[in-house]
């Protein structure tokens, strides 16, 4: 596609229940990242794939956060008995390959989770 | 070690002014500096970068200034307008690491 995708864009859900995130990179796009922005915060580092594996998941907050991605594309990231705590907006981005940073990140809009 | 430190948190400039947005890191390993400009409701989106090597860096109206030695880098706005109202983010990285580590955002308002 021309952008990362992200759905859905706004979660309103109830606390303890799992809640799913879905990332759609921009294609050919090797390295996904997952970050958290807490509202008024900087951005926190969650996840990075590259290719369908992960070598870098040091930024998950717990064990109730997981992510996975398939076919080097599609990524989803989830959270299982979700917290008010786990209220934030949570992007995505991708880059053409993990060791490049020259070329930048490019994020999608984010989804706005709220657990209430 | 890995922290990117960010100033202020919020700033108010009239329009035509000066926008100056400072960031620190400890880090000597880190080789890239970009800064993203998020609007809200939106991603942020790469503004501007620069590599340790070069000490200013300027596209439009938009300059990094680097300083090496002190570990400190910053963004000028030059001649700010409204439309440039929006939260900026300094950011490092290394190739090492793998993932950016961003400062924690600055609010920019440019009043009329």
């Known amino acids: 596609g021309a952008g990362v995708s992200q759905s859905p864009s706004n979660k309103v859900t109830e606390k303890g229940k799992d809640v799913e995130l879905r990332c759609d990179p921009i294609?050919?796009?090797?390295?996904l990242y997952w970050y958290r922005q807490s509202l008024g915060q900087g951005l926190e580092f969650l996840i990075y794939f590259q290719g369908n594996s992960a070598p870098d998941k040091s930024g998950l907050p717990s064990d109730r956060f997981s992510a996975e991605r398939t076919g080097g594309s599609v990524s989803t990231l989830t959270i299982q008995r979700t917290q008010q705590e786990d209220s934030a907006v949570y992007l995505c981005a991708s880059s053409p390959q993990g060791q490049a940073p020259t070329y930048g990140y490019t994020f999608g809009s984010g989804t706005r989770l709220t657990v209430v | 070690q890995q922290q990117v430190k960010q100033s202020p948190q919020s700033l108010i400039v009239q329009k035509g002014g000066i926008s100056i947005i400072n960031c620190a890191y400890e880090?000597?390993?880190?080789?890239?500096f970009p800064w993203y400009q998020q609007f809200p409701g939106k991603g942020p989106a790469l503004l501007i970068a620069?590599?340790?090597?070069?000490s200013e860096k300027k596209e439009g109206r938009f300059t990094i200034s680097f300083n090496k030695s002190a570990k400190q880098f910053s963004l000028h706005i030059m001649d700010s307008q409204p439309g440039d109202s929006a939260t900026y983010f300094c950011a490092a990285i290394s190739g090492g690491y793998n993932k950016l580590i961003f400062g924690a955002g600055t609010r920019l308002a440019v009043h009329p």
């Open positions: 880090n000597t390993a880190f080789d890239y």
């Open positions: 294609s050919g796009h090797t390295a």
């Open positions: 620069i590599r340790p090597d070069v």
